[in-house]
């Protein structure tokens, strides 16, 4: 791949814009961008540029939740071609009501919300902060959305209070606890745990359960099977779970990559997480830039 002498240069997208602003901005990149997290505003970043870059490429940093914060480079078009997988999963089309309560410089916010804007469906996008839940009620008791997109902390909280109710639930990251999975399950048809929404590689995998299944403990720590163009590999067994590599075609890896998993997938090829591998996601073969952040 041909690069150029000098490396790019790019604008930054601060966190503390209004949301849909920021989704805007991210869809018109004419050159590559920075989406910086609120948290990162006030500090001094030496981020480098993509090293690939034909492509207009859009930096994501990683929450830090099992490492150091890294800034990973992926293509607009990977961005958009996995938000065109996740509606398809997730069945949302322009009749959907999206409310996401998820940060837009996340990886899992801003795929959600540029899969609404894809298919046209209405949405809000709103970052959750400590101690809103009663705003959170009151944006879903007014909007009434056919889809809540979050993340389990929002739902453990939200599975506190009573008087609510959405058709379709979506998380991303770990497990919900057995409490709260039993109680968010009452509030909706159905609950969908999309895996793998991470800044390396996009939705993986998801699994679908109706309020009116009874689960067995295994299928409560399951997510699902391969999404469309999506492959997992993982040797593991019941007793002894291993690594779980994966191939996305919107990854920034070329080839497999450790998604940090260990698990096994069962006779119907569903893949079941049972904890943290401990090793860093990634492999050597890089299509555009991981780098760790660096503090002037």
Request: contains cysteine; proline residues 6%.
């Amino acid at each position: 791949m041909e690069t150029l002498s000098q490396p790019p240069t790019y604008r930054v997208i601060k966190g503390d814009s209004p949301e849909s602003e920021i989704v805007s901005t991210v869809l018109g990149s004419g050159d590559h961008a920075l989406v910086l997290p609120p948290r990162f505003l006030s500090e001094e970043l030496d981020i480098e540029s993509p090293e690939h870059y034909q492509s207009v490429n859009i930096g994501l940093l990683s929450s830090g939740s099992t490492g150091h914060p890294r800034c990973i480079w992926n293509t607009l078009g990977n961005l958009k071609e996995n938000a065109s997988i996740t509606s398809q999963v997730l069945n949302v089309d322009q009749t959907s009501r999206v409310l996401i309560l998820a940060g837009p410089w996340h990886v899992a916010g801003l795929s959600w919300a540029l899969m609404a804007e894809q298919v046209n469906a209405e949405y809000i996008i709103k970052a959750p902060a400590v101690g809103e839940t009663e705003s959170w009620l009151r944006l879903i008791n007014d909007f009434s959305p056919t889809h809540l997109l979050t993340v389990p902390n929002i739902l453990r909280n939200l599975s506190e209070h009573e008087n609510w109710y959405v058709p379709e639930i979506v998380f991303g990251g770990d497990h919900l606890n057995d409490d709260s999975y039993e109680i968010i399950r009452k509030r909706s048809d159905a609950l969908t745990h999309a895996y793998g929404q991470t800044e390396a590689g996009g939705l993986l995998a998801s699994v679908r359960f109706s309020n009116e299944e009874q689960l067995l403990p295994s299928q409560k720590i399951c997510v699902g099977t391969a999404a469309p163009s999506m492959y997992l590999s993982c040797i593991g067994s019941p007793g002894a779970p291993a690594e779980v590599k994966a191939w996305s075609p919107t990854s920034v890896y070329n080839g497999y990559y450790q998604t940090g998993d260990l698990g096994y997938l069962d006779d119907e090829h569903r893949l079941l997480i049972t904890g943290r591998s401990g090793k860093a996601k990634g492999n050597c073969n890089m299509l555009t830039s991981v780098t760790s952040i660096m503090h002037k």
